[in-house]
């Protein structure tokens, strides 16, 4: 085909006219477009229980990794409230300061807790405002890099400082999700959630199930500074430190 075309550009006799109506064409808008279909269909999905409540204190706090006992599949991390600086941390990369702030909070976590994080942040059921969270792989396996499969069921308790008491509430969480879904993973996920809440009323801590009222974040600047542990909360309406427990000074 070059060929011929070679040939007919040096021959001004030579009728060129097949070409010029295809050059034409092209500019003329179709009838109907040929569209190339691009997708992806992320899913995420997760479950909470009720809460527990808990004596308060610092040895009820260093009991949480415990309570993943027989479930965790992996190294259990504990996931510690975020302080101001990290107050508008969200896994979302199109929001590049947002991003960079969840970033630096967590890029030091497994994988396995990063994509537990993203997953449950993204679905809300984890805040790390006032939420502390310890984690494990609990179900499936993992990818070549160490990150869960979407199928992959992570999760394990969340706990906080209930503002009206100063008691500390414990939840069982898990979540999964990514590029897929698959039918018996909400099964899974809601036994592992019941094997959770047992460990946790099995606490010598627990003193039963309350209803959860979880602290609402401030819409301003906090920076309440704990007089005990130092950590600046992020939220200025917390009434006890998301991070220890104890009671926040007002100056
Ligand atoms: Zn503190």
């Known amino acids: 085909m070059p060929l011929d075309f070679l040939k007919r550009r040096g021959n001004e006799n030579d009728d060129a006219a097949p070409a010029a109506p295809q050059a034409a064409a092209s500019s003329v808008m179709p009838e109907e477009i040929v569209a190339q279909e691009y997708q992806l269909k992320l899913y995420f999905a997760g479950k909470s229980s009720e809460g527990v409540r808990m004596k308060a204190g610092p040895n009820a706090m260093n009991e949480l990794p415990s309570m993943l006992a027989g479930l965790a599949k992996s190294e259990i991390e504990v996931v510690d409230p975020l302080p101001i600086e990290f107050s508008e941390a969200t896994p979302s990369i199109v929001r590049p300061s947002e991003a960079m702030q ?63 008491t100063g008691d500390m509430i414990c939840r069982a969480v898990v979540g999964w999700g990514g ?11 809601a036994k592992l959630l019941a094997g959770l ?8 801590y627990a003193l039963g ?13 906090g920076g309440l500074v704990c007089a005990h542990c130092g950590f600046a909360s992020a939220h200025e309406r917390a009434f006890y430190c998301p991070k220890c427990g104890m009671r926040l000074l007002r100056g």
Do not use: K
């Not at 405002?129 to 499936?140: H, I, P, S, Y």
């Not at 590029?179 to 996920?189: E, L, S």
């Open 102 to 164: 969840w970033l630096n909070a967590h890029h030091a976590l497994s994988p396995i807790t990063r994509h537990a994080l993203v997953v449950l942040e993204s679905i809300d059921a984890v805040d790390l405002a006032f939420d502390t969270f310890v984690c494990a792989m609990l179900d499936g396996e993992t990818d070549t890099s160490g990150y869960p499969e979407y199928n992959a069921i992570v999760g394990g308790v969340a706990s906080h400082w209930d503002e009206a």
């Open 179 to 189: 590029r897929g879904v698959r039918g018996d993973t909400d099964r899974i996920g």
């Open 209 to 221: 199930i309350t209803s959860i009222e979880r602290p609402v974040p401030a819409a301003g600047r």
């Open 197 to 204: 809440l047992t460990n946790v009323l099995a606490s010598q």
